[in-house]
């Protein structure tokens, strides 16, 4: 419905109108899933260097940055798919506005990802050294640039926090979304890093000392139980807003977001924390990678169930 039409600048000024139903879908849930794998084992995977020598874990100079990459690619498709225009992410690079969230995640974003290609290119071609074959320029610079690795590497692992938690913010400044606040959203999507992230590199650990394998365990147990607790008391606490109760509603009545959300809290953080707890002093490859795989799918379960119902709520 036009409401009137500014003669000097041809402009049509429109009634707002609610959007009915959930607009967030599945894509923004496998956006943050993704992001949440892609930063976590970058800050994982540091503290693992920065703790072990490179023959503690021979794959994780390489491996690290290999499934960020592909992880953050995932991210990034999906957020131009969830577009309406995806073109028109190209003018958030050509007439960039600073005081906004998304302007300033999709430049870290986008850095965050070229360093990681390049740690991926540089790991790689120490790795293999026949990769690419002797005339290929690419992986023979990468070659003579080795040490370029440990020196651009402290610039990804800062990266990957705000990275990580950026989201948060975006959500946050939706209207009338009062179970998204700021805080507890931005300390969720770091733990979701660090648990994507941990079980990610639990999945590529096989040749690893169990040292390093107890490490993970000990941290993919860490972030469980920390975003289990946080879950809970938004679930059970959150009283002193009408419209987060009014939210909440969804999963405290029943039905499919309560049987979905209960499901991913079982299945992606009360199982694992037993089952990587039962292999912190009993080195069990298998139980600690079935603990990873129930993590990521749980996180998945988890984080849509937290995206989608503020969206039920009717705005008027």
């Not at 000097?8 to 009915?20: E, G, W, Y």
């Not at 995977?45 to 290999?66: D, I, S, V």
């Not at 749980?298 to 969206?311: C, F, H, N, R, T």
């Amino acid at each position: 419905m036009v409401e009137n039409t500014i003669q000097a600048t041809q402009a049509v000024v429109t009634l707002d109108v609610a959007l009915p139903g959930i607009i967030w879908g599945w894509m923004i849930t496998l956006n943050m899933w993704a992001k949440s794998i892609g930063t976590g084992v970058i800050l994982v995977g540091a503290y693992l260097l920065y703790r072990y020598k490179k023959e503690e874990t021979p794959n994780l100079r390489w491996m690290m940055p290999l499934l960020s990459f592909v992880a953050l690619n995932v991210f990034l498709l999906f957020t131009l798919v969830d577009l309406h225009q995806p073109y028109r992410m190209i003018n958030i690079f050509l007439y960039p506005h600073w005081t906004s969230a998304i302007t300033v995640g999709a430049w870290m974003a986008s850095l965050f990802t070229l360093l990681v290609t390049i740690l991926m290119v540089i790991g790689a071609a120490d790795a293999f050294p026949r990769l690419g074959g002797k005339k290929c320029k690419v992986t023979a610079m990468a070659r003579n640039n080795s040490g370029f690795y440990e020196k651009i590497f402290p610039f990804v692992v800062f990266l990957a926090i705000p990275v990580t938690m950026y989201t948060a913010i975006i959500m946050a400044e939706s209207s009338a979304r009062e179970l998204w606040q700021a805080p507890t959203e931005m300390m969720q999507m770091f733990l979701a890093a660090l648990m994507a992230g941990s079980a990610a590199l639990i999945l590529s650990s096989g040749s690893w000392n169990k040292e390093a394998r107890r490490d993970l365990s000990l941290i993919l147990m860490f972030a469980v139980s920390a975003s289990f607790f946080m879950y809970m008391g938004e679930y059970f606490f959150s009283f002193k807003s009408s419209e987060a109760e009014a939210t909440l509603a969804y999963i405290h009545a029943g039905g499919e977001y309560s049987a979905e959300f209960w499901f991913g809290m079982i299945l992606g953080f009360i199982i694992p924390f037993f089952l990587a707890a039962s292999t912190v002093k009993n080195d069990n490859k298998t139980v600690l990678r079935f603990a990873a795989i129930l993590t990521l799918a749980g996180l998945y379960l988890a984080k849509d169930v937290w995206l989608k119902i503020p969206q039920m709520l009717p705005l008027s």
